[in-house]
Each structure stands twice: as C-alpha cells, then as structure tokens.
C-alpha cells in the first residue's frame, strides 16, 4: 500500500523538514508486522512528495498470532486482503515513521509546523466501507477535496460489480500534523477494522488525535463507532469524553470573549461601522435574500431589519446561546407579522455543507473567520462559495497591522481571545484572490474605520461578486 504526501509550499523541499526524512535518501523502518519505506519521488523548490510504502508481512503475523495462541486454522488467517491496503497497519507505520510530524515537532524549523500548508495526500488502495459517500462524510466537513476511483472486484468480470477498493487523492489547506492526524484516526474508521486488540487505550488515541476537529465533526458518533470496532461501552466513553473535554461552556465564553472585542474597539465605534458598510454594499447589490452567517447576537439583522430593501434575512450560528439572545434582542414575537416572517434564525455551522444555505443573493460574514481554526478555512470557503454561492459575499476581518494603534492591547496578542489568526492587509488579498479565483468571483477591498497612513484600517472588507 503506498501513502504520498505532498506540498507545492515555497519551497516545497521543506517537508523533509516536517517528516523529518532527507529528501535526497531513501529510509527503510522495521515495524512489529513487517516494513516501512519512505523516499521521495518528486523533491523540487515547487513540488515535493514524500511515498511511504508498507510491505507488510502476513506469514509472519500469522506465526506471531500463533504463539500468542489466536488463531482459527482457516486459511482466511493467510488469505485476506491485510497485506496489500490501507488499514490500521498504515495508521501505525503512520504514529512510528512520522511520529514528529504527527506530534507537530520540527526541531529545525518549528515555525514551520504550525504553518498553514497547501497539502495533497494519496492513498493506493484505500478500503471506503459504505463506498465513496462516506468517504465525502468523513472528509468533506473538514475542508478536504476529493477524487475517488473506485476499483472493480474483478477487471475480467465486470458483471461482478465494483471492490470496496480506491485510489483516493486528498487536498487541503492545514498545517502537516492535522492532516496526519486526520488520515492515522480515518483510515481504520473507513476500513471498520482494525489489526489489533481495542482497549480502553485507544479511547485516549482517539482523543488526543482526535483534539481540535472530531468533538464538533458531524459524524463523531460513527467514527468513534467504527474506531472502536463496535465496541458499545468504549464508544460510550469516549463520546462522552469528547464533550467534557470540549470547552465546558464554550456559548458563555463565546459571549465573554466577544464583549472584551468590543471593550478593544470601542473608542472607535467599528461595530456599527461595519454593519453601515456591510448594509450600504448590500442595497448597491439590490440584495434581497440576504444570509448572515455567523450572526451571534443579530446586530447586523437588528439593523437590516426596518428596511424594505430586504424581503428575507437568515441568520445563522453554531451557538445556542448566541441564537437566544438574538431572539431577545430582536423581539420578533411583537414585530407585525410582515416583518417578523422575513427573519429566520437557524443552528449551524459555516464549515459544514448546508442545503438551507443555497439560493440567496448575498452573504455578510462579518469578524467571522478569523475564529476557525486555519485547517477548517478549506471547508467554509467551499460551503460558501461552491456549495451556497451567493451571488454576493461580503467578508470583513481585522486587520493585524492596526492592532499596535490599540494602547490596551498588548504587543503579538489578537484582539479576541478566541481568534485563531489575524491577517495583515496582504495575507487578505493573497488568500482573498486565490479564492477568487478559484470559485469564479471577482473581489475588491474597502477599508473599514479610520485609515492609519501607515497601517491601514483596523477592519478590512472583501466584497466577492460573480
């Protein structure tokens, strides 16, 4: 079996870095159920690939099975298909060959592991349990792009129909250690099995590479199923763990850490800055049906409300908490019912694909996507602009730059607590056009709040149109 890993990161060579594996060398690992082989097929400034094939043994491990007295004198203990596709074997060789890179360490360069990197991943052949749907279940919320072949039982007998066998590529914007983490807890979930004894051991695996992504994931009770290999009071604790280890009021902080934002930018008044600019934007688009993604505590429908402009106003948000306080300060129950059925508030996220979200003129995303993490951008730039598509999109974030202006506001901090980056005028434009242009939009920026010569707005806007 053979997983390749790849970046067209400038410049790309870097990755032996991460891997901790010479590009100019081939490396070979002994492991308990055979061997690992890691080279590099392609090492250049603007595109390196780093393989690692796994030559498993299946005598031997029939042999060790023996000693330790499991085994069934079948010859399904010889023939089976363990020895030649991606399974928990992988996930292993995975955690012992890319340990590091797995744990985000780069001694020499560890700025560089918590970069945010254009990955690709392959995978030959890879066992999709439940076909390719489920293999867009599992990767989709993440922010992965998918190509699936699909392999036949037998290329000979094409009536016998198609093998549960793909060749899958996979591509992402993230940092080297989320996607390893992803494939070394999904490659066995997508096999439903796995090699070896499961024990309340792999509930802590599954936790700690399952830390930042699967308490939120939408199919988090299948893969800790499927993980678990079906084993019901392990699934069991380890759901229940993931929503302990979860912040234990994260809609509480959510509204802490949004009200000291604000307490930063007060004496600038951005906030109903940026809802006139994101409001005037809208009426010089004639939008009509208009979503609010992100809308917390409704300001921005509060204020789009009294205007006729607007026939129908969506907003939506992951937080419970958020959402029932928008219900109050909106008091949609004492609205004449004109205006109050122009207004839907739903519970949601803006990383996962939703089906509601499709149809609309406009989209306002407003100090938004500063709060995900960068490996989740993937996926809420496809669930707006492939799957929702606006014809309108409005995007506002901070500018970093403009931050040593606020006196309060200690030197390297974000203004939120809660942000996971901010971005300078230049790393907006760059992953602004890239997205662009990718998606089929044109995008212009206009500046929010007073413009510093030196640093620019403290809020930067980009209007994507198509």
């Not at 995975?94 to 797995?102: D, E, K, M, Q, R």
């Not at 912040?247 to 930018?265: R, S």
């Not at 979503?291 to 409300?305: K, N, T, V």
């Not at 003129?361 to 799957?387: G, K, M, Q, W």
Request: glycine share 6%; proline share 7%.
């Amino acid at each position: 079996m053979l997983l390749e890993v790849a970046t067209t990161h400038n410049p790309a060579t870097d990755l032996g870095y991460l891997l901790h594996k010479h590009p100019d060398r081939s490396q070979s690992f002994d492991l308990s159920f055979g061997r690992a082989h890691v080279f590099y097929p392609e090492a250049t400034p603007k595109r390196c690939a780093a393989a690692m094939v796994l030559d498993v043994n299946p005598v031997g491990l029939v042999q060790k099975s023996r000693r330790f007295g499991a085994h069934d004198q079948s010859l399904a203990e010889y023939i089976n298909d363990r020895p030649y596709v991606a399974s928990s074997f992988l996930s292993v060789a995975i955690a012992a060959v890319y340990g590091s890179a797995l744990a985000g360490k780069s001694e020499e360069r560890p700025e560089l592991a918590e970069t945010t990197l254009p990955l690709s991943t392959r995978i030959v052949p890879l066992p999709c349990r439940g076909g390719e749907e489920i293999l867009h279940r599992l990767f989709d919320p993440l922010g992965y792009t998918i190509k699936a072949n699909q392999y036949p039982l037998d290329e000979a007998f094409p009536e016998w129909g198609s093998s549960p066998y793909f060749s899958v590529e996979l591509g992402i914007r993230a940092r080297l250690r989320d996607l390893l983490a992803h494939l070394y807890v999904l490659i066995p979930v997508l096999d439903d099995n796995k090699h070896y004894w499961v024990s309340e051991a792999e509930i802590e695996k599954l936790l700690r590479h399952g830390r930042g992504w699967l308490p939120d994931h939408p199919e988090r009770e299948l893969i800790a199923e499927r993980y678990l290999k079906h084993q019901r009071r392990l699934t069991s604790v380890a759901l229940s763990r993931l929503l302990e280890e979860d912040q234990p009021d994260p809609d509480a902080m959510e509204l802490l850490h949004a009200q000291q934002e604000q307490d930063v930018e007060s004496h600038l008044g951005l906030g109903e800055r940026r809802m006139r600019a994101v409001i005037e934007a809208l009426k010089q688009h004639n939008a009509r049906r208009v979503l609010d993604l992100g809308c917390g505590e409704g300001r921005l429908i509060q204020a789009m409300l009294p205007d006729k402009a607007f026939e129908e106003i969506v907003g939506m948000d992951v937080s419970h908490r958020a959402l029932e306080v928008a219900r109050a300060h909106l008091q949609l129950d004492k609205l004449p019912p004109r205006v109050r059925n122009k207004v839907r508030l739903l519970l949601g996220s803006v990383v996962y694909r939703d089906d509601r979200l499709g149809g609309f003129d406009a989209a306002a995303i407003v100090e938004v996507i500063e709060h995900l993490d960068p490996f989740r951008l993937s996926a809420f730039e496809r669930t707006v602009f492939e799957y929702a598509k606006p014809s309108l999109v409005l995007l506002t974030t901070p500018n970093a730059e403009y931050n040593v202006r606020f006196d309060h506001l200690p030197e390297g901090h974000f203004r939120h607590k809660d942000h996971r980056f901010e971005w300078t005028r230049q790393q907006f434009r760059d992953w602004a056009e890239s997205l662009a242009n990718r998606f089929g939009y044109s995008v212009r920026y206009q500046p929010i709040g007073p413009e510093d010569p030196a640093v620019g707005p403290p809020t930067q806007m980009g209007v994507f149109s198509r």
